[in-house]
Nanobody
């Protein structure tokens, strides 16, 4: 069993930046993909972006040009660098790690973008 623990969420002003972390309790080499999702208040969860085992990334429309996903394999950690934050980025951000047989989610971290 692998645990994923997100951190880094907080209140930030519009236009600001924030980096979220998702620490895995074991090696992330076992996963084919790791991803970030978010759930805005009162809305359904939406996909933010994914990184695969080769380092390739893909992003949802809301994240393109502003967010960057990366991993540190030595630290077994997934990151989400968020720049130019907008109030509509307010959400609970969760990470996910998958391969053919395993599918793990973290508990989420709250990001609030407000003046």
């Amino acid at each position: 069993q692998v645990q994923l623990v997100e951190s880094g969420g907080r209140l930030v002003q519009p236009g600001g930046s924030l980096r979220l972390s998702c620490a895995a309790s074991g090696s992330i080499f076992r996963f084919n993909t790791m991803a970030w999702y978010r759930q805005p208040p009162g809305k359904q969860r939406e996909w933010v972006g994914t990184i695969d085992s080769s380092g390739g990334t893909s992003y949802g429309d809301s994240a393109k040009g502003r967010f960057t996903i990366s991993t540190d394999n030595d630290k077994n950690t997934l990151y989400l660098q968020m720049n130019s934050l907008k109030p509509e980025d307010t959400a609970v951000y969760s990470c996910r790690a998958r391969n053919l047989h395993l599918d793990y989610w973290g508990q989420g971290t709250q990001v609030t973008v407000s003046a």
